[in-house]
């Protein structure tokens, strides 16, 4: 994950849950990177509940591609998240019996 202009990096160990949408990283360290969170929304949660988010714009790093992906503003005690859109914008899947990430062709 980087700073918004994609020059800084920092690694971070994600967890790939397929059913989740969106991607989430610890406030701290988007803080760290100069990510300001500006977008307020309403996430839903694992257990049917609502929560309010934040989120900005920043740059991913995945199998040697950078693109730009908006993170939501995760508390610091939260796992990191790599959600499906990010896997779908970087033309990855998850490939079930390795648990990797594997590049697919656009359909």
Known sequence: MADPQGHRFEEVE????????STKAARELLTRLG????????SELADGSNMERT???????LESKEFP???TFGE??????????????????VESHSKR?????AL
Do not use: F
């Open 14 to 21: 994600m967890l790939v849950i397929t059913g989740a949408t």
């Open 35 to 42: 990510v300001l969170a500006e977008i307020n929304y309403t």
């Open 55 to 61: 989120r900005e714009r920043t740059v991913i790093r």
């Open 69 to 71: 992906r908006p993170v």
């Open 76 to 93: 610091d005690w939260e796992q990191h998240l790599l959600g499906t859109t990010a896997l779908e914008y970087g033309m990855l899947a």
């Open 101 to 105: 990430s594997i590049p697919v062709d």
